[in-house]
Antibody
Framework: QVQLVQSGSELEMPGASVKVSCKAS????????IHWVRQAPGQGLEWMGWINTNTGDPAHARGFLGRFVFSLDTSLRTAYLQITALSGEDTAVYFCARKTTGESGYLDSWGQGTLVTVSS | QTVVTQEPSFSVSPGGTVTLTCALS?????????PSWYQQTPGQAPRTLISSTNTRSSGVPDRFSGSILGNKAALTITGAQADDESDYYC??????????FGGGTKLTVL
């Protein structure tokens, strides 16, 4: 069955970087884009952007340009989210999700989420 | 900046019917935005309920239905149950490979 398994919780210092992984199984990895979604404590879901798992091309929501990097290791069937220059505002749960194909596509399978805590 | 608005909270009695909506800050929501709906309970990943306005995901009970009502996307729960108490989010496709989540609705069943 389709499964997305994310890496475990992270505790980082302000100014540091973090890399969250999202390992896919149960389907052809390159056929479905991976999207990233942020949820700050007590807040709603926020779409961050996505990466084309066939070409590696990323696309970012407006508020996630610059410090947020989407990447892949197709040999490992894994997508990554790297966040640099962390601040307390980056404390959140980060979800990866698989999107079905086409404009009408939707997020049909989700990772379990990775809590990133930024604190000194 | 496009804002997608949902009711912050809603309450429904067990067995009752509730309709949650999803609106655009400017303009009307149509099927061209391919609205989808997700359910989330605290500490859990979201669960997909509805895609492309009104297509239920596998395993989703038929008491959940999606539609366009006037100028908004809508999620209707008919015969609400206690375990429907969750947060509900809509997502709209804005074109050019861009999506936006609504702010979410906290549904209470009591």
């Amino acid at each position: 069955q389709v499964q997305l398994v994310q890496s475990g919780s992270e505790l980082e210092m302000p100014g540091a970087s973090v890399k969250v992984s999202c390992k896919a199984s149960g389907y052809t990895f390159s056929n479905f884009a991976i999207h990233w979604v942020r949820q700050a404590p007590g807040q709603g879901l926020e779409w961050m952007g996505w990466i084309n798992t066939n070409t590696g091309d990323p696309a970012h929501a407006r508020g996630f340009l610059g410090r947020f990097v989407f990447s892949l290791d197709t040999s490992l069937r894994t997508a990554y989210l790297q966040i640099t220059a962390l601040s307390g505002e980056d404390t959140a749960v980060y979800f990866c999700a698989r999107k079905t194909t086409g404009e009408s596509g939707y997020l049909d399978s989700w990772g379990q989420g990775t809590l990133v805590t930024v604190s000194s | 900046q496009t804002v997608v608005t949902q009711e912050p909270s809603f309450s429904v009695s067990p067995g009752g019917t509730v309709t949650l909506t999803c609106a655009l800050s400017s303009g009307s929501v149509s099927t061209n935005y391919y609205p989808s709906w997700y359910q989330q309970t605290p500490g859990q990943a979201p669960r997909t309920l509805i895609s492309s306005t009104n297509t239920r995901s596998s395993g989703v009970p038929d008491r959940f239905s999606g539609s366009i009502l006037g100028n908004k996307a809508a999620l209707t729960i008919t015969g609400a149950q206690a375990d429907d108490e969750s947060d509900y989010y809509c997502v709209l496709y804005m074109g050019s490979g861009s999506w936006v989540f609504g702010g979410g609705t906290k549904l209470t069943v009591l």
